[in-house]
């Protein structure tokens, strides 16, 4: 089975420090992994996706996420938060069906 | 192109009640999902569809039932409605060659 698991449902930085979002995942085959936004009131939106290619993936907003099979994870970061990443951001699986996992989310505040 | 488009954006359902949700999509993608988002859950597949009249339950499709006449539309039905469909529901669609969700902007369904 495939599934994600997200670490922490409330993440609290200051504006200008690091973010750390993590995100684990179980998988008997090679994952796709995907980490996507959502604003208040909104859809959600892709930030970045791990597709097998390079294991550092970088994507929209100054975000990156790093796949490291050895210890199953995909956690997302930012160097430097700015007060618009505040947010709740979602890992998902996709399984090799065209199924889809979300995890349960972490919510990202971001203090002046 | 608009996107992702769900109908209706809000709706008060009585416990028994049935009714059908539209999600449509412009983008001539293959797959689409439904989903349903609750506080502290993340979001729940529902059913899915990778094509033009197929169809696969997800993680939780009881109390469901979907339909993909057209490739551009994905309908998801209450057939009884219960308190415990109250939720957010969230329609994607994927190009079939990509992995990238782009959803629509929710329908926020309350049971009473």
């Known amino acids: 089975a495939q599934s994600v698991t997200q670490l922490g449902s409330h993440v609290s930085v200051s504006e200008g420090a690091l973010v750390l979002l993590r995100c684990n995942y179980s998988?008997?085959?090679?994952?796709?992994l995907f980490w996507y936004v959502q604003y208040p009131n909104q859809g959600l939106q892709l930030l970045l996706k791990?597709?097998?290619?390079?294991?550092l993936v970088k994507g929209i907003n100054g975000f990156e996420a790093e796949f490291k099979k050895s210890e199953t994870s995909f956690h997302l970061t930012k160097p430097s938060a700015h007060m618009s990443d505040a947010a709740e951001y979602f890992c998902?699986?996709?399984?090799?069906?065209?199924?889809?996992?979300f995890g349960a989310g972490t919510r990202l505040t971001v203090k002046p | 192109n608009a996107g992702v488009t769900q109908t209706p954006k809000f709706r008060v359902l009585k416990t028994g009640q049935s009714m059908t949700l539209l999600c449509a999509q412009d983008?001539?993608?293959?797959?689409m999902y439904w989903y349903r988002q609750d506080p502290g859950m993340g979001l729940r597949l529902i059913h899915y569809?990778?094509?033009?009249?197929?169809?696969a339950k997800g993680e939780v499709p009881d109390g469901y039932n979907v339909s993909r006449l057209k490739k551009q539309n994905f309908l998801l039905g209450l057939e009884s409605a219960a308190p415990s469909q109250t939720s957010v529901y969230f329609c994607?669609?994927?190009?079939?060659?990509?992995?990238?969700?782009?959803f629509g902007p929710g329908t926020r369904l309350t049971v009473t």
């Open positions: 998902a699986v996709r399984k090799i069906n065209n199924d889809m996992r």
């Open positions: 998988s008997s085959v090679p994952p796709y």
């Open positions: 791990y597709t097998s290619a390079a294991t």
């Open positions: 983008m001539n993608h293959e797959y």
């Open positions: 569809s990778v094509g033009e009249g197929t169809t």
């Open positions: 994607a669609s994927v190009r079939g060659s990509s992995y990238e969700q782009y």
